[in-house]
């Protein structure tokens, strides 16, 4: 999952399957909630700002 402009990418075997839109500024978002079948392998944090 990236956050972009537009939204955050969904990205499954390096091919983006979807996009959801920003509903709130991304900047206020301090949370990410996966719900299913899923093994994350990594999480990168980018801080833009700097």
């Not at 990236?2 to 990205?11: F, K, L, Q, S, T």
């Not at 996009?19 to 991304?26: A, G, N, Q, V």
């Not at 990594?42 to 700002?49: E, S, T, Y």
């Amino acid at each position: 999952i990236r956050c972009e402009d537009e939204g955050y990418n969904i990205w499954l075997d390096s091919k983006m399957i979807g996009l959801f839109k920003h509903r709130i500024p991304p900047t206020t978002a301090d949370t990410l909630q996966i719900h299913g079948d899923v093994v994350l392998y990594q999480i990168v944090l980018n801080d833009d700002d700097d």
